[in-house]
């Protein structure tokens, strides 16, 4: 999705941000980057950068980095010094314990090439971990091994790549967060960023629709009908049948086909509300499904029924497929019908 072949790093600055008792440290002259490193550099930053999935930066938020942003694009022999601010910001909301120290990398590109539009924009990676690595170094006819540490290309730890393009509506944003747990992911995308859902994004409306009828079954549903796993599948099932068929989404016809109830469209609906507020997300009534999140989402629409420690069923289809009983001596069971044997 970007293409950085014919990309170019215009300026590059580099900070080290410490957590606790210890001072930061801010590069006060830029990093040079010659033809050689240039290419290393940008298939560091990019090169592990496939989400299609575009955010923006809410411009009405307080302490919104927007100002600070536009400045970068717009402000000629002014980057290191709005570097370091931006390196200080981070530092500022960086105050959670469970939050690593590291290095800031900030660099201005040229051209990129990005659903098909040739853009600039600043890139902005948190370092947190290093790889280590053996050199070996040649001295004549003899070789000895030296220990370094080091950045892996293509794995970045925290990334955010702003293109200079939409500007009135918050820039289109990527980003990437390798953290796994939620309130430090939070803290690069909310804390540092302000992000919010990009309007129009067919990724993320796709993407919502689809996390939040998964959420929906085990968060709500369940806990006011008397549903079991063939039931969750049976619904999982639906939702992923209408999104591989339909071009064109619609969330009255959404629901009427995955739910087949009046009563659980209206609490899908409440539910969906409750999500808009506790979660910021925005749900549009029509739009166009994004196949790309379709396939990078189709491990939620997996159903799996773990039977005490023996046994493990994958739904997959036909919920009329499948019945579960209990025998005259009280065991429970699943009886499976199919056609063919693989």
């Known amino acids: 999705m970007i293409n950085f072949e014919q990309a170019y790093i215009e300026e590059l600055a580099l900070h080290k941000i410490h957590v606790g008792d210890e001072s930061s440290v801010y590069s006060e002259s830029v990093v ?42 717009n402000e000629e022999d002014a980057f290191l010094a709005l570097s370091q601010k931006i390196t200080k910001r981070l530092e500022r909301v960086s105050d959670d314990s ?23 924009a600043l890139v902005i990676c948190k370092v947190e971990s290093k790889d280590q690595f053996l050199k070996v170094i040649k001295a004549q006819n003899e070789f000895t091994l ?32 390798t953290t796994s747990a939620f309130s430090e992911a939070m803290f690069w995308k909310s804390d540092f960023l302000k992000l919010r859902q990009r309007q129009g994004d067919t990724y993320a409306q796709t993407k919502a629709y689809i996390n939040t009828t998964k959420s929906f079954i085990k968060d709500r549903l ?24 339909i071009h064109d989404f619609d969330s009255d016809t959404y629901a009427e086909k995955v739910f ?3 009563n659980v469209t209206e609490l899908f609906e409440s539910y969906k509300k409750d999500q808009e507020t506790e979660k910021n997300i925005q749900f549009d009534d029509q739009f166009q499904v994004s196949q790309a999140a379709v396939k990078n989402y189709s491990r939620v629409f997996k159903s799996v029924i773990k039977l005490d420690k023996n046994f493990h069923i994958y739904v997959h289809g036909d919920r009329n497929l499948i019945e579960k009983g209990t025998d005259e001596m009280g065991r429970k069971f699943y009886r499976i019908f199919y056609e063919d044997e693989r």
Not at 40 to 63: C, M, Q
Not at 98 to 120: F, H, M, S, T, Y
Not at 161 to 177: M, P, Q, R, S
């Open 260 to 262: 087949m109830d009046d």
């Open 98 to 120: 469970r939050i690593l120290p590291g290095e800031c990398i900030l660099a201005k590109i040229n051209d990129l090439l990005i659903d098909d539009e040739l853009v600039q």
């Open 32 to 73: 040079e980057v010659n033809s050689e490193l240039s290419p290393w550099i940008l298939k560091y930053l990019l090169g592990s950068v496939n989400t299609p999935e575009f955010h923006a930066i809410d411009r009405e938020t307080e302490d919104s980095p927007f100002e600070l942003i536009h400045s970068v694009f």
């Open 146 to 177: 030296e220990h370094v540490e080091g950045l892996l290309i293509g794995k970045v730890d925290k990334i955010a790549i702003i293109l200079n393009t939409e500007t009135e509506t918050g820039f289109k944003v990527l980003i990437k967060d």
């Open 222 to 245: 369940e806990k006011v009908y008397d549903i079991d796993k063939t039931d969750e599948a049976a619904i999982l099932n639906r939702s992923k049948d209408f999104f591989e068929h």
